[in-house]
């Protein structure tokens, strides 16, 4: 071992359990990470510094104001670059004795197999469940660990899947919950030190599993509440009746919006400078799907209604059926899901229109000075 390395790596050389052998096992790894935000940041960042040999980034988003609370690998400097960028570029400043391959894509059923071809070990770092059942049935097939954690406003969960044969996400949880069912941390709000603890824990689990030091969390999940700093461990098993993953096939649970909508295909879309000018003659009923909380943090002008996707069923009666009518969230996810509501409730498709990219492409490209969050 090299000067600098054995310099670097002091404090693991002299741990009883882990020493050269573990740092040696370190430094020949390969580790992928998928999603370079709040739980890839304190990941990464402590994986490269304990010398992983190879980390690879996969990510397709760029670097915003509002992700600046929790995603500490990047900065003020970094935004509108590309996540995966700003990333090589801390990690190789914090450790340049490692490898980085980076690509600025999004995990999919076509290209999750070839993403994740060599490696021996996978971080969980994205934020929605479709994308965890296809990191799953990847890694089932080619039986890589991966590290799963997941962060809902104060709480954080922890577990090993995959590991040697172990229990996976698919036997945790069978079947995915209704699309929108669940918020994510930009609807529902989340610490910004939380997916820092549990991305620090998912870096630790990394160590012990390449190195094989301690018993890894796998069939247990760690349920951390840190508004009073208590946690439990859940045991859950194996279902030997599932049948395995051989081949990436299930899309409906890969599409991003949570669950495939029905009729997605024959769903309208508006962009937002179709909307404006539609807005300056005779606009159409502007219905708001987003939760409470976000309507006060901004709004499209002239907005009729705002009713949560997951309630439109009990306020038909407030939404007219004689008008065009636009439905928007923040992304344009969960307005599919209320169309699609819509649809099956007696409106016609064709006085549909899903706001295309939500209110962020308004913010984005009709009014700037718009919060983001």
């Known amino acids: 071992m090299s000067d600098d ?27 992928a990470c998928i999603g370079a935000g709040g739980l890839g940041s304190s990941a990464l960042l402590y994986l490269a510094a304990a010398g992983i040999g190879t980390i690879r980034i996969i990510d397709d988003d760029d670097v915003e104001i509002s992700n600046l609370q929790r995603q500490v690998i990047h900065g003020t400097k970094d935004m509108g670059r590309k996540k995966v960028d700003s990333a090589e570029e801390r990690l190789m400043d914090v450790n340049p004795l490692i490898k980085v391959e980076k690509f600025a894509e999004r995990l999919d059923g076509q290209n999750a197999l070839e993403f994740l071809h060599g490696i021996d070990l996978v971080i969980d770092g994205t934020d929605n469940i479709p ?12 039986g890589i660990p991966w590290i799963y954690a997941s962060v809902f406003r104060y709480e954080g969960q922890l577990t090993v899947f995959n590991h040697q044969g172990s229990a996976n996400y698919r036997d945790l949880f069978p079947n995915p919950p209704p699309a929108g069912s669940i918020p994510s941390c930009s609807e529902a709000g989340v610490l910004g030190a939380l997916p820092g603890i549990m991305g620090t824990m998912q870096a630790m689990e990394a160590i012990k599993i390449i190195a094989n030091v301690g018993q890894p969390l796998s069939e247990r999940l760690m349920i951390l509440d840190t508004r009073n700093m208590t946690s439990k461990i859940l045991s859950y098993s194996k279902d030997k009746t599932r049948q395995l993953v051989t081949i990436l096939d299930r899309q409906d649970e890969y599409i991003d919006s949570g669950c495939e909508v029905q009729g997605e295909s024959d769903m309208q879309s508006m962009t937002v400078i179709n909307l404006h000018e539609r807005m300056e003659g005779e606009a159409p009923f502007l219905l708001d799907v ?51 509501a819509l649809a099956t409730n007696g409106w016609k498709l064709e006085q549909l229109w899903n706001l295309d990219g939500g209110i962020l492409a308004w913010s984005k490209e009709i009014d700037p000075s718009m919060p983001r969050y």
């Open 290 to 340: 987003r939760r409470a909380n976000e309507e006060v943090i901004c709004s499209i002008p002239g907005t009729d209604l705002r009713v949560e996707h997951t309630q439109i069923l009990e306020n038909l009666d407030s939404i007219p059926k004689d008008r065009d009518i636009v439905v928007y969230c923040r992304s344009g996810i969960r307005s599919m899901s209320a169309i699609a």
């Open 5 to 31: 390395r054995e310099a670097r790596y002091a404090r693991h050389l002299m741990l009883p359990e882990f020493g050269r052998k573990g740092q040696a096992a370190l430094e020949e790894s390969n580790v």
């Open 131 to 142: 994308a965890r059942y296809l990191l799953n049935d990847a890694c089932e097939i080619l």
